[in-house]
């Protein structure tokens, strides 16, 4: 049996070995391993392809949500907006500011967060939006920042899932008024450990985010704030300046894959993501909707393809956020969408002739029954 992976690493690794260990042996005789050149380079070079002026490289996807709310004086007995259907990191980047998650249902069709449901969730403690571009396709903006600017909101994007999306000619990361990314390693862009970034045109609060990530210190052992450790190292910024020149590349081939995926899975039974008409998604993840979730999973999986479930558990639904969860209003679209949603095998290590294979097992798979 031929095994086609959900995600393939190795495979991508393998093919710019060359320079990844270049890049490791220019770090390590450097013996400069926080806060150097490479940082600095990586800085530079993403917030051009972002196309904006700031770039701070972070610790973590996680950490770099959180900054920035920390940055905007975002805290206790603030409200904040966030799609109920997300990674649970954009809930808890808002816990551990203090202030508090209030779940936003998504538009079934596209799994992004719903605008008009935006409007319908601000109170007065509401102070930011945090759109998710899930799965790599950007959230509708335009209608958000509309309502944001209308409603004196700040919009914090969380484009962990959306290196190189564009919507309406824009880059993910350029259509708010901050936006965090994460560099761990399945991310489209990812790093070969942990990393993040935030990304902003905003000098000022890109300033307070630097000084937060890095003990509150601007000057070395001056402590104006109480700050975190929050730093992306120099060895990931080496690695990720290696991938980022191959970033366009392999979203391309990543749309090759979706596009094949459309033209084959075109079946009522299997329920296909709709792409607006402003979005470029870069395809993080693939999701389709199935019934009898279970059974598929158990078909693919037997037959060697790699399937997963993003997510189960609506972070509502989580362990973490049980007081929480009695208060809040309920999300029947995000407890159908955790119900059904099938992602399927996506990435730069993917043939067409594999997607060709993992489209024909999963017809079969939703076409027979019991
Ligand atoms: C991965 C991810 C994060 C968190 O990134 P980490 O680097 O793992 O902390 C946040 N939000 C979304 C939507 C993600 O997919």
Redesign the pocket.
Known sequence: MNTIHFLDLATTHDSIRQELDAAYQRVMHSSRFILGEEVAAFEREFSAYCGVGQCIGVG???DA?HLVLRALGIGPGDEVLVPSN??I??WLAVSQAGATPVPVEPLASTHNIDPQAIERAITPRTRAIIP?H?YGQPADMAPICEIARRRGLKVVE?A??AHGALYDGQRAGSLGDAAAF???PG?NLGALG?G?AVVTRDEALAKRVRTLANYGSKVKYVHDVSGYNSRLDELQAAFLRVKLPYLDEWNAHRRVLVDRYFARLRDEAIGLPVVIGKASPVWHLFVVRVQERARVMRYLQESGVGVQIHYPIPPMRSGAYQEQCRTMQPCAIADALSDDVLSLPIGPHLSVAQVDSVCELLLEAVRSTG
Do not use: E
Request: proline residues 0%; negative net charge; charged residues 15%.
């Open positions: 973590n996807g996680l949500i997300t990674y990191a954009t998710v899930l969380d962990a899932q994460s560099f761990y991310k942990d993040g």
